[in-house]
């Protein structure tokens, strides 16, 4: 088995929606790209079809900071099934201006094929739902790096539930900053036939500070920075 490498990926978009999947009337929005819209990214840019992205969740580990999470918005808009149906307002969440830094680990043919497809894309790679438009954070936005193992219990990533339950305090380093929440975000797909279930984990987003977890956690070091990866 190769050795594993690591790629950084670093982004501003201006605007970013990442569907909650299990709400109906608010259409809410995870403050970080979930494992599966990440690696989809990938698999976008890459060219391939639904197969390919079914191999490439299996591939690739997956860790996210959140650098800035952007200014939360809502839009609600009004929804008739016809003239004579009741009214339906849908509210919808979208970051403005969040800037990431995703991370992504793998063997060397995949990470490297990952890359220049982010250089040069098959298809326009989008950040979330198809408003939200792929926006690289500078020159050098997407990286390939070493990668280690190791141990940490100071964290600026996204870091799963049942760590953060077992003890755990936030840190801000500014003002604007984003409280520790649990979400359920998707990770993979379970699929039967032409259908596909996602596959949930409990993880803890925050941003402008870092989780001090009571124990030191099994992580991947991306040049160093420790994340967590799914």
């Known amino acids: ?22 709400n109906s009337l608010l259409l809410d929005s995870y403050p970080f790209p979930p494992r599966t819209t990440a690696i989809g990214l990938l698999a976008g840019a890459m ?6 992205f079914k191999r490439l969740l299996k591939e690739l580990r997956y860790g996210a900071i959140i650098e800035d999470p952007g200014a939360r918005v809502e839009e609600t808009a009004a929804i008739f099934k016809n003239a004579g149906s009741p009214l339906y307002p849908i509210t919808k969440v979208l970051y403005h201006r ?11 043919g995949t990470i490297e094929r990952a890359y220049d497809a982010l250089i040069d894309p098959v298809f326009t790679p989008y950040l979330g739902d198809s408003e939200s438009l792929f926006y690289p954070a500078g020159k050098d936005y997407v990286r390939i790096v070493d990668v280690e193992e190791g141990e940490e219990a100071a964290l600026r990533s996204v870091v799963p539930g049942e760590l953060y339950s077992r003890g755990a305090r936030f840190l801000p380093l500014r003002e604007n900053h984003l409280t520790p929440r649990e979400y359920r975000m998707p990770v993979d797909f379970v ?11 409990r993880v803890v987003a925050f941003a402008g500070g870092f989780v001090e977890l009571a124990n030191p956690a099994g992580v991947l070091l991306f040049d160093g920075e420790p994340v967590f990866v799914f």
């Open 1 to 22: 088995m190769s050795e594993l490498i690591g790629l950084v990926v670093e982004v501003r978009p201006i605007q970013a929606h990442f569907r909650v999947p299990y």
């Open 47 to 52: 060219g391939l079809p639904e197969e390919g």
């Open 98 to 108: 969040p800037h990431y830094r995703l991370f992504f680990a793998g063997e060397e």
């Open 191 to 201: 699929y039967r036939g032409k259908g596909r279930r996602a596959v949930y984990r």
